[in-house]
């Protein structure tokens, strides 16, 4: 459900890949958006037969053309799922709808993957959670860069004690915006600016690396930035207008369990990175992502200052078609996934801790805080709740101009 940009630049190419894969149908209300995605997606399975026929197996390539042949386009999914017998829902539109369609596939008992955020504020996912819940299905919160080899490798090194304890993360979540597509800029479809959008990729790669029997416990707004919006005004779609979200999200998370705590500085910017580069401190040494000409290595070092390389190849796209891979694996096994749907509750609750720390001056909060404020909330004014978070946010940037 959703053909566009994410899933014809990122899931496409996934499932080009992934054998245990078969695509049936695709919903989106924009005819403009299914037509573009036949033509891609017609054009990269057919190559993808002809390969496969040149290495001698005629009858995937054969079924390979037969299924791009039958695939079905609908501009309501909710049609899809009344006529469709489907396996899984792949999530790809913004955020605003994350939520709401994740709940009817759920009813309609299908299993579920949703591209982050699972949902636009922390009260909107507990909706989503509860339906997991009732419908008994396989959820899978997608998170790619668990799969990139730089975060990948760091969670293999930490988890063999090849940096002692960990005991601080920085990883930055960086680029200079979406500028092109306009409702990543509002706050009532996206839901609020860099820190929700490339910020909670900071934090669930944090926690994974950290290790998720630690559980997020504090969370911080951090100076001189914090959640802030720093450039005044974009070139958004190519109109020179105010923005109304941060373009920087700059906290610190705090994790504790049985073996002790971690802490991580995490940016979610849409303004180019403005905090130390990646990097994994442990008692015994430490890990850095470093690059040599064309090359990347992941570098080890230990406390007396010798560096062990390790060379890597970070491919983007790989990362999507490692998510779909996994969660079809998890309903042909019938194994729950690991990246669930309280792996995504957590992410977007620490995220709302993060906005909700930035509106009381920049003050720590307790995640338990916030979800007891939070829940009281949607107690109150039940569904409206969701709303009147986003306006408290939407609120206090507007005093920031």
Known sequence: VGAGGIFRGAHLPGYVNVKEAEIIAIADPSD?????????????YFEKAKKIEEEGDRERAGNLREMVKEIRYYRDYSEMFSKEDLDLIDICTPHKYHASIAIDALNNGFNVMVEKPLARTYIEALDVVDAVKDSGKYFQYNENLIYLPPYYLSMKLVRSGEIGDLLFISIPASHGGPEGREWFWSPYIGGGGAMLDNGIHAVTVSWYISGFDLKPVEVKSLNPYGLSIRAGFRNIGGMLREIEVEDEGVVSVRYEGDRGWVTALVEGSWIYKNIPDYIVIGSKGYIKW?????KEYLSIYDAYG???RIEIESKWVSTFEAEIRNMCLSILRNRKPMIDENIGLESIAIVDAAYYSEML??????????KLYAKKLRAKLGKKAIDEFMLKKLEYFKGLK
């Open 32 to 44: 403009t958006s299914l037509k573009l995605t036949k033509n891609i997606l017609t054009k990269k």
């Open 290 to 294: 470093e690059f040599e000409g064309n």
């Open 306 to 308: 010798n560096r062990r």
């Open 361 to 370: 001056g920049r003050k720590p909060v307790k995640i338990a805080d916030f």
